[in-house]
C-alpha cells in the first residue's frame, strides 16, 4: 500500500520510493530512504499533506499527497 | 605550521540544526538565524579575532545533502568547491542525529580539515537520546564537541579544537563502501584528468559524478570530459545493473546504512518518555481543527498587538513634533528655512512617531514567530489552500516573512525546489503586506475608521493574493513537484536572539530607510517651496483626482511611495499641510481607504523591484509591477463605488 492508504500511528516499513527522480532524491536527502521505519502521526484536512516521521532519526515532515503516493510501505512489527 | 594568510573556516550543517546561531556567538550579531528551512540562504562572511589570530568564518546555507535541489543548497556546494577551505566545521543537530550523519560523512569525503559540534545535546537529551561524543570521535576520525550553542556551551572547547587541527590536523580519512562500489569510484578516479583545476580530491569528484552526472553541475565537476563522461555512465549503468536501484541510490544507501550503524554504536536511545510535551503542542498545533484556530488567533493577536501598542506610542511621540512645527512656523514666517525645517521635522519626526511604534513590535513579533518553528507548521496547515492557487505548503514561509519585509521574503524563495514555485511565490510576494504598508494601514484605517476595517483590508489582501495566485499560474503549465517540508523541533525563542535581531532591523532601518525619508521630506519642502510640485500634481490628476477621487496634492506622494512605502504617508501629511490628529480636517474616511488601498498595491517598492529582477529575471520583475498598477487601479476603483 502507498502510505496514502496507510494506518496511522502504527510502525511501517518503507518498502519503495516510486516517482520522479526530484522527489526520490529529496526524499534520501531527508533521510527518508528504503527499509526505513516510519510512522504516520497525522494529516491535514481537505486533502491537505500528511505529517511522517522517521523512526530512526526521529524527524518529521510534511508530504503532500502527491508525494505520499510514491511512498509504497507495508505494517512493521514493533522491534522487542 | 602558521600560514601566512588568514585561514577560512566554513559552517556546513542541516537546516535546524542551530548553525547561524553557532555561527553568531563567534562572529557576533551579523548573521541572522530563523527556525524554518531554508531562511539563511544568503552566505555570511566575517572577519573575525579568536585568541589574537584571524581567521574568516563563513556561514554557509543549510543544506541537507551535498547533492543540491534547491539554489540554496546549490550555494553550499559551489562554496566547498570553490574555495578550498582550512578548515569545515560540520554543525550536526545531535536531536536527529543518525540523519545530520549522512550530511557529515559526504564532507569528510571532501578531504578538508574538520571539526564536528555536536549541537543541541539538551534537545537530543529530552528525547532520550545520549550520545557518545568521544565513540563518534573516534570512529570517524574527526575531533567532536558537544555544544549548546543557544546558550554558548561548548563554544570555548570548539575555538580550541578548531585551531588543533587548523595547526597540526590531517584531513579525516574517507569513508569506505561495498567493494563493488569502490570499484567503480576506482575506475572513475583513474578517468578524471590529472590536472583537473576544480578537484577538491579525485574521490570526491568521482563520487559525486556518480551521483550527480546530468543534474546540471557538469560545469564544475567535468562531466564535459568526454572521456570522464563515458566512464561516469559505464560506472553508473554497472552499480545499477549490480543492485537493481539507479546509482545515485546506491551511493546514499550506502551513506544511510554507515550513518545508521555508528548512531546506534554511539547513540542510547531511552524508548518511552521521547518528546512527550513537544509532541502534545504539535498536536494540538497542527491538529485538524484546532490546528486552524490557532493560526487564525496568532495572525489576529500579531496585528491587534502591534496596533495596540503602537497607536498610543504615535500619539505620544509626535506631539512634541506638532508643537515644535507650530513653534517653527511662529518663528520662521513663510521662507524657504521654514519650508526646509518643517521637512526635517516631518521626516524626523514621521520616521520616530508613525514608522517605529508599529515598525518595533512587528518586528519583534516576526522574529519570535520565526525562531519558533511555527512558520512550518502554517505551512503543514495551509498547504491545501495553497494548492488551490497553484502553489504548496512551502511557499507559506517566504509569504508570512513578506509581511516583515518583502524583499529577504524574495530572497527565501531560494528555498524552493522548482523555478516555477520560485518565480510564482516572488511575484505574489510584492501583494502581501509589508511591514512600511503594515505602519500606513494602523496608522490609517485603523487609526481613522477602526482596528475592524483594518482586519477587513487584511481579509482583502489576502483574497487579492489568492486570486493573483490563481489566475498567473493558469498561465504556468508546468507542474509544482509537491510538498516535502521538513518540520523542525519547536524552539521557545530566546530573548536574546530575538533583540539582537531586531536590533539590527532598526539599525538598517536607521541607516537606510530613515535618511531616506527625510531626504523625500526636505525634497517635497523643496517642491513645495519652488510650487513644482503643482506640475506634477496637474500631470497626475487625472488619475489621482478624477480616476481615485483624492485631492489634487496627493499626487506627488504617490511618486514618492515607490521609493519607500512610509514615505508616501509622511509626505501626504506635509502635502496636505496638516498634522497627524487633525487630517481629518481635509480628507474624508473614504479618502483615506482609496489612498491606502492604492498605495499598498500600486508597485513593488524600489528595493523589492530590484530583488525581484535579481531573483527572477527582468520579464518577471515587470509581470509583478503591471500585475500591481492593474490590481491597485481596480481595487481603488472598486473601493470607490462601494464605500
Redesign the interface.
Given at each position: 500500500m502507498t502510505l496514502l492508504d496507510a494506518p496511522a500511528g502504527e510502525p511501517l516499513r518503507i518498502v519503495d520510493l516510486c516517482g520522479g527522480e526530484a522527489v526520490r532524491r529529496r526524499l534520501l536527502a531527508l533521510g527518508f530512504h528504503r527499509d526505513d521505519l516510519i510512522q504516520l502521526d497525522g494529516r491535514a484536512i481537505l486533502r491537505g499533506p500528511l505529517l511522517v516521521r522517521n523512526c530512526a532519526s526521529d524527524t518529521t515532515v510534511a508530504l503532500g499527497r502527491g508525494v505520499a503516493r510514491q511512498v509504497v510501505v507495508e505494517p512493521a512489527h514493533e522491534p522487542a | 605550521m602558521s600560514r601566512p594568510e588568514v585561514p577560512t573556516v566554513v559552517f556546513v550543517g542541516q537546516p535546524n540544526g542551530g548553525k547561524s546561531t553557532l555561527f553568531n556567538s563567534l562572529a557576533g550579531p551579523k548573521a541572522e538565524t530563523s527556525n524554518f528551512p531554508g531562511t539563511s540562504v544568503k552566505h555570511t562572511h566575517s572577519r573575525v579575532v579568536l585568541d589574537g589570530r584571524p581567521l574568516d568564518i563563513v556561514d554557509l546555507p543549510g543544506t541537507?545533502?551535498l547533492?543540491p535541489?534547491d539554489p540554496a543548497e546549490r550555494v553550499a556546494l559551489t562554496h566547498l568547491f570553490s574555495e578550498r577551505p582550512d578548515l569545515i566545521v560540520n554543525v550536526v543537530d545531535a536531536?536527529?542525529?543518525?540523519?545530520?550523519l549522512?550530511l557529515t560523512l559526504e564532507l569528510i569525503e571532501l578531504g578538508r580539515p574538520m571539526v564536528i559540534a555536536l549541537n543541541m545535546i539538551d534537545v537530543a537529551e529530552r528525547?532520550g537520546?545520549e550520545i557518545d561524543a568521544a565513540e563518534v570521535e573516534r570512529l570517524l576520525g574527526v575531533p567532536v564537541v558537544p555544544t549548546i550553542a543557544a546558550y554558548g556551551r561548548g563554544v570555548r572547547e570548539l575555538v580550541d579544537r578548531s585551531f588543533e587541527v587548523l595547526d597540526r590536523g590531517r584531513p579525516p580519512r574517507p569513508p569506505r563502501y561495498a567493494a563493488d562500489v569502490e570499484d567503480v569510484i576506482a575506475g572513475i578516479e583513474q578517468a578524471l584528468p590529472p590536472t583537473f583545476p576544480a578537484a577538491p580530491n579525485p574521490r570526491f569528484v568521482a563520487v559525486k559524478l556518480i551521483e550527480m552526472a546530468g543534474q546540471g553541475c557538469a560545469s564544475y565537476l567535468g562531466e564535459v570530459e568526454p572521456e570522464v563522461q563515458a566512464a561516469v555512465e559505464r560506472g553508473r549503468e554497472t552499480l545499477a545493473r549490480r543492485r537493481g536501484a539507479?546509482a545515485?541510490?546506491v551511493i546514499?544507501?550506502e551513506r544511510?546504512h554507515q550513518a545508521?550503524k555508528l548512531?546506534e554504536e554511539t547513540g542510547k536511545v531511552r524508548h518511552g518518555r521521547?518528546?512527550t510535551r513537544d509532541k502534545r503542542i504539535d498536536?494540538v498545533l497542527?491538529h485538524?481543527?484546532l490546528?486552524y484556530v490557532i493560526l487564525a488567533a496568532v495572525f489576529l493577536a500579531f496585528f491587534f498587538v502591534i496596533f495596540r501598542i503602537g497607536s498610543p506610542l504615535e500619539t505620544l511621540l509626535l506631539k512634541p513634533f506638532a508643537a515644535l512645527r507650530s513653534g517653527l512656523a511662529a518663528r520662521l514666517g513663510n521662507g524657504l528655512a521654514f519650508y526646509l525645517a518643517e521637512g526635517l521635522v516631518q521626516g524626523v519626526g514621521g520616521g520616530i512617531g508613525i514608522v517605529l511604534p508599529y515598525f518595533l513590535p512587528l518586528l519583534l513579533l516576526m522574529a519570535a514567530l520565526e525562531d519558533s518553528g511555527y512558520l512550518?507548521r502554517a505551512?503543514?496547515?495551509l498547504?491545501?489552500?495553497m494548492?488551490r492557487i497553484g502553489l504548496?505548503?512551502k511557499s507559506v514561509s517566504p509569504f508570512i516573512l513578506g509581511f516583515g519585509c518583502n524583499v529577504p521574503a524574495i530572497v527565501s524563495t531560494r528555498g524552493l525546489?522548482s523555478r516555477r514555485d520560485r518565480v510564482l511565490t516572488s511575484i505574489l510576494i510584492p501583494f502581501i503586506p509589508c511591514s512600511a504598508r503594515t505602519t500606513i494601514v494602523l496608522a490609517l484605517i485603523a487609526f481613522y475608521l477602526g482596528p475592524l476595517w483594518a482586519a477587513g483590508f487584511y481579509a482583502a489582501n489576502i483574497l487579492v493574493v489568492a486570486l493573483a495566485g490563481w489566475a498567473v499560474s493558469r498561465f504556468m503549465t508546468e507542474p509544482s513537484?509537491?510538498?516535502?517540508?521538513?518540520?523542525p523541533s519547536l524552539k521557545a525563542p530566546r530573548p536574546g536572539a530575538l533583540l539582537r535581531k531586531t536590533g539590527l532591523q532598526v539599525l538598517s532601518f536607521i541607516r537606510f530607510a530613515w535618511p531616506l525619508l527625510i531626504g523625500g521630506s526636505l525634497v517635497l519642502s523643496l517642491l513645495v517651496y519652488f510650487r513644482a510640485d503643482r506640475w506634477i500634481n496637474d500631470l497626475l490628476a487625472p488619475l489621482v483626482v478624477r480616476g481615485l477621487g483624492l485631492p489634487h496634492e496627493l499626487g506627488v506622494t504617490l511618486v514618492f511611495g515607490f521609493l519607500r512605502k512610509e514615505l508616501s504617508l509622511i509626505m501626504m501629511l506635509q502635502a496636505l499641510g496638516v498634522d497627524y490628529t487633525n487630517l481629518l480636517s481635509v480628507v474624508s474616511r473614504e479618502q483615506i481607504v482609496v489612498f491606502t488601498v492604492f498605495i499598498s498595491f500600486f508597485i513593488p517598492c524600489l528595493s523589492t523591484f530590484v530583488m525581484l529582477w535579481k531573483e527572477t529575471g527582468k520579464k518577471w520583475a515587470f509581470v509583478s509591477a503591471g500585475l500591481s498598477i492593474a490590481v491597485a487601479l481596480a481595487l481603488s476603483w472598486l473601493v470607490r463605488l462601494v464605500l
Amino acid at each position: 500500500m502507498t502510505l496514502l492508504d496507510a494506518p496511522a500511528g502504527e510502525p511501517l516499513r518503507i518498502v519503495d520510493l516510486c516517482g520522479g527522480e526530484a522527489v526520490r532524491r529529496r526524499l534520501l536527502a531527508l533521510g527518508f530512504h528504503r527499509d526505513d521505519l516510519i510512522q504516520l502521526d497525522g494529516r491535514a484536512i481537505l486533502r491537505g499533506p500528511l505529517l511522517v516521521r522517521n523512526c530512526a532519526s526521529d524527524t518529521t515532515v510534511a508530504l503532500g499527497r502527491g508525494v505520499a503516493r510514491q511512498v509504497v510501505v507495508e505494517p512493521a512489527h514493533e522491534p522487542a | 605550521m602558521s600560514r601566512p594568510e588568514v585561514p577560512t573556516v566554513v559552517f556546513v550543517g542541516q537546516p535546524n540544526g542551530g548553525k547561524s546561531t553557532l555561527f553568531n556567538s563567534l562572529a557576533g550579531p551579523k548573521a541572522e538565524t530563523s527556525n524554518f528551512p531554508g531562511t539563511s540562504v544568503k552566505h555570511t562572511h566575517s572577519r573575525v579575532v579568536l585568541d589574537g589570530r584571524p581567521l574568516d568564518i563563513v556561514d554557509l546555507p543549510g543544506t541537507y545533502s551535498l547533492c543540491p535541489a534547491d539554489p540554496a543548497e546549490r550555494v553550499a556546494l559551489t562554496h566547498l568547491f570553490s574555495e578550498r577551505p582550512d578548515l569545515i566545521v560540520n554543525v550536526v543537530d545531535a536531536s536527529t542525529f543518525s540523519r545530520g550523519l549522512e550530511l557529515t560523512l559526504e564532507l569528510i569525503e571532501l578531504g578538508r580539515p574538520m571539526v564536528i559540534a555536536l549541537n543541541m545535546i539538551d534537545v537530543a537529551e529530552r528525547r532520550g537520546v545520549e550520545i557518545d561524543a568521544a565513540e563518534v570521535e573516534r570512529l570517524l576520525g574527526v575531533p567532536v564537541v558537544p555544544t549548546i550553542a543557544a546558550y554558548g556551551r561548548g563554544v570555548r572547547e570548539l575555538v580550541d579544537r578548531s585551531f588543533e587541527v587548523l595547526d597540526r590536523g590531517r584531513p579525516p580519512r574517507p569513508p569506505r563502501y561495498a567493494a563493488d562500489v569502490e570499484d567503480v569510484i576506482a575506475g572513475i578516479e583513474q578517468a578524471l584528468p590529472p590536472t583537473f583545476p576544480a578537484a577538491p580530491n579525485p574521490r570526491f569528484v568521482a563520487v559525486k559524478l556518480i551521483e550527480m552526472a546530468g543534474q546540471g553541475c557538469a560545469s564544475y565537476l567535468g562531466e564535459v570530459e568526454p572521456e570522464v563522461q563515458a566512464a561516469v555512465e559505464r560506472g553508473r549503468e554497472t552499480l545499477a545493473r549490480r543492485r537493481g536501484a539507479p546509482a545515485y541510490e546506491v551511493i546514499a544507501a550506502e551513506r544511510h546504512h554507515q550513518a545508521m550503524k555508528l548512531a546506534e554504536e554511539t547513540g542510547k536511545v531511552r524508548h518511552g518518555r521521547r518528546l512527550t510535551r513537544d509532541k502534545r503542542i504539535d498536536a494540538v498545533l497542527m491538529h485538524p481543527f484546532l490546528g486552524y484556530v490557532i493560526l487564525a488567533a496568532v495572525f489576529l493577536a500579531f496585528f491587534f498587538v502591534i496596533f495596540r501598542i503602537g497607536s498610543p506610542l504615535e500619539t505620544l511621540l509626535l506631539k512634541p513634533f506638532a508643537a515644535l512645527r507650530s513653534g517653527l512656523a511662529a518663528r520662521l514666517g513663510n521662507g524657504l528655512a521654514f519650508y526646509l525645517a518643517e521637512g526635517l521635522v516631518q521626516g524626523v519626526g514621521g520616521g520616530i512617531g508613525i514608522v517605529l511604534p508599529y515598525f518595533l513590535p512587528l518586528l519583534l513579533l516576526m522574529a519570535a514567530l520565526e525562531d519558533s518553528g511555527y512558520l512550518a507548521r502554517a505551512g503543514f496547515l495551509l498547504d491545501a489552500f495553497m494548492h488551490r492557487i497553484g502553489l504548496h505548503g512551502k511557499s507559506v514561509s517566504p509569504f508570512i516573512l513578506g509581511f516583515g519585509c518583502n524583499v529577504p521574503a524574495i530572497v527565501s524563495t531560494r528555498g524552493l525546489e522548482s523555478r516555477r514555485d520560485r518565480v510564482l511565490t516572488s511575484i505574489l510576494i510584492p501583494f502581501i503586506p509589508c511591514s512600511a504598508r503594515t505602519t500606513i494601514v494602523l496608522a490609517l484605517i485603523a487609526f481613522y475608521l477602526g482596528p475592524l476595517w483594518a482586519a477587513g483590508f487584511y481579509a482583502a489582501n489576502i483574497l487579492v493574493v489568492a486570486l493573483a495566485g490563481w489566475a498567473v499560474s493558469r498561465f504556468m503549465t508546468e507542474p509544482s513537484p509537491g510538498l516535502i517540508l521538513e518540520i523542525p523541533s519547536l524552539k521557545a525563542p530566546r530573548p536574546g536572539a530575538l533583540l539582537r535581531k531586531t536590533g539590527l532591523q532598526v539599525l538598517s532601518f536607521i541607516r537606510f530607510a530613515w535618511p531616506l525619508l527625510i531626504g523625500g521630506s526636505l525634497v517635497l519642502s523643496l517642491l513645495v517651496y519652488f510650487r513644482a510640485d503643482r506640475w506634477i500634481n496637474d500631470l497626475l490628476a487625472p488619475l489621482v483626482v478624477r480616476g481615485l477621487g483624492l485631492p489634487h496634492e496627493l499626487g506627488v506622494t504617490l511618486v514618492f511611495g515607490f521609493l519607500r512605502k512610509e514615505l508616501s504617508l509622511i509626505m501626504m501629511l506635509q502635502a496636505l499641510g496638516v498634522d497627524y490628529t487633525n487630517l481629518l480636517s481635509v480628507v474624508s474616511r473614504e479618502q483615506i481607504v482609496v489612498f491606502t488601498v492604492f498605495i499598498s498595491f500600486f508597485i513593488p517598492c524600489l528595493s523589492t523591484f530590484v530583488m525581484l529582477w535579481k531573483e527572477t529575471g527582468k520579464k518577471w520583475a515587470f509581470v509583478s509591477a503591471g500585475l500591481s498598477i492593474a490590481v491597485a487601479l481596480a481595487l481603488s476603483w472598486l473601493v470607490r463605488l462601494v464605500l
